[in-house]
């Protein structure tokens, strides 16, 4: 509470930021009633309308095009009225006609998405948005009981490392941050026992990582009979997988709260009561919309689509983040009236479309490959409409078939049954992969030693090598979301 009371004044302080009183309002204001978080909502949209059409060439030349002004906007509802806006239209606009022409451009704090394939996007928010930013997150994160000041394990891109990367400044950084960084690509290479020891001797509290890197940790400490009781991990950066959560629960004794935000919005947190997500109403609002860019029922999954009702410097509005999901109805349990996101099931490019057109997100085959023992990491590559390679990282239990099969696994990542051998593990493997597939495709299971990560550290459990446009750019800088 110290740290809470005088830490984070003056960190708002010296960083020009006023975190603080944005927090203490939004502690109050999470609590309202959804009517009243709608009325909010509706102002600041409006707001933000009237000053996007005013002030940014982008939404002016966009919303001229489509016949909507800022005034169409009577209702909450009257945003679908307002065309989407895509990562591609929106980085052609770049900075000149995406950007205010009333900012302050001193002010900018530059940003830029890792992206899961392709270019990164590169955007900006004001020093006083970021500050905003900050206390969305703050607040989320004490919806998991996590505050400034905890000692915290971060383990996520370069971009999140300290000033000092080694020797006696880098502990004393650490000491005084109370903040471990760990890179986590050295999770999944050779550094993975030194990642292990330093874990061991920070004796963090709170762990913030990828769902693959916290799963990668939990069997790595699993393996080693390393007991690392944590109060919480909070994943974010890529889709948390069911039998991944349930490792990282297993191993660390403390729930797994995971968090979803994309260019620069801190969008939605699990608080643990109920499986869904609290919407941040206050900054930002989420539509989920179909193929035809209308609005779904809520339950319905299609692609989200985010506002935020915070970023005037540069405005998304009605961004479509290429995420799929599906809103929920009703309250969660534990009273808070946010809004609730229901799930995110994936990145909308994370799916594997067979000749017959049917598609298939990748949350069918984790599934698969949750329920076999013995799979440190995997990936489907699409190398051809009717021809998927699917590489396989096999750790030591590979070769047993699951226990319980068919049923859901409660023992952690090494819940064995029958030894049968790598081939017969493969074939059982293979079999349950062409359930999904049924005949459209030719299946290549190649067992490989490791798989790379993707962009910022990512694990991807899909490519499609036929919209590869080859090396990935070099990690970018993002602005860490971390004091
Ligand atoms: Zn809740």
Redesign the pocket.
């Known amino acids: 509470m110290f740290l809470r009371r005088v830490a984070l004044p003056l960190i708002g302080r010296l960083q020009g930021m006023p975190v603080s009183p944005t927090l203490r309002a939004l502690e109050q204001s999470q609590w309202w009633s959804l009517e009243r978080l709608r009325a909010l909502q509706l102002d600041r949209l409006r707001r933000l309308a009237d000053h996007a059409y005013a002030q940014v060439p982008l939404y002016r030349r966009l919303w001229d095009a489509h016949g909507v002004q800022p005034q169409d906007i009577r209702c909450l509802d009257d945003l679908a009225r307002l065309p989407l806006l895509d990562k591609a239209t929106l980085r052609a606009a770049y900075p000149d006609s995406a950007l205010a022409a009333n900012v302050d451009r001193s002010q900018l704090v530059r940003y830029a998405s890792s992206g899961s394939t392709g270019e990164p996007l590169q955007f900006v928010m004001t020093r006083a948005e970021k500050g905003q930013r900050w206390a969305v997150m703050f607040r989320s994160w004490a ?1 998991a009981g996590v505050y400034q000041g905890m000692r915290a394990a971060n383990v996520k891109d370069g971009h999140a490392l300290g000033v000092f990367r080694s020797g006696p400044l880098q502990r004393l950084e650490q000491q005084a941050t109370r903040m471990l960084n760990l890179s986590a690509y050295a999770v999944h290479d050779h550094r993975l026992d030194q990642v292990v020891s330093d874990l061991v001797g920070f004796r963090p509290e709170v762990m913030f990582a990828y769902p693959g890197t916290a799963y990668h940790l939990a069997v790595a400490l699993t393996e080693r009979r390393v007991e690392l009781p944590l109060h919480a991990v909070i994943t974010s950066g890529e889709m948390l997988h069911p039998f991944q959560r349930q490792a990282i629960e297993h191993q660390f004794h403390c729930p797994v709260h995971d968090y979803y935000g994309g260019e620069g919005m801190d969008v939605a947190m ?5 499986s ?1 997500y ?1 919407i941040n109403a206050e900054s930002v609002i989420v539509e989920v919309v179909g193929a035809d860019g209308q609005p779904v029922p809520t339950g319905q999954e299609g692609s989200i689509v985010l506002t935020n009702l915070h970023a005037y410097a540069m405005p998304f509005i009605r961004y479509v983040v290429g995420d799929v999901g599906a809103l929920a109805a009703g309250q ?5 009236g ?1 809004p609730l996101l229901d799930h995110v099931a994936g990145r909308s490019s994370d799916q594997l479309t067979l000749p017959s057109g049917r598609s298939l997100i990748m949350w069918y085959f984790t599934d698969v490959f949750r329920q076999m023992p013995g799979v440190e990491s995997f990936q489907m590559r699409q190398v051809a409409p009717d021809r998927i390679v699917v590489l396989v990282a096999p750790g030591p239990a590979f070769g047993y078939l699951p226990a319980n099969e068919g049923q859901r696994a409660t023992g952690g990542p090494h819940d064995l049954g029958a030894f049968v051998g790598l081939d017969a593990a493969l074939q059982f493997l293979r079999q349950r992969l062409e359930e999904q597939v049924r005949g459209e495709a030719a299946l290549d299971i190649a067992l490989v030693e490791s798989i790379p990560l993707g962009p910022g550290g990512k694990h991807r459990f899909f490519v499609d090598e036929r919209k590869e446009t080859g090396f990935f750019p070099k990690n970018p800088v993002s602005g860490g979301a971390f004091p």
Do not use: D, F, N
Not at 270 to 274: A, E, P
Not at 332 to 336: K, P, S, V
């Open positions: 919806m699990q608080c643990g009561v109920g869904t609290h969660c349990a534990c009273g808070r946010l």
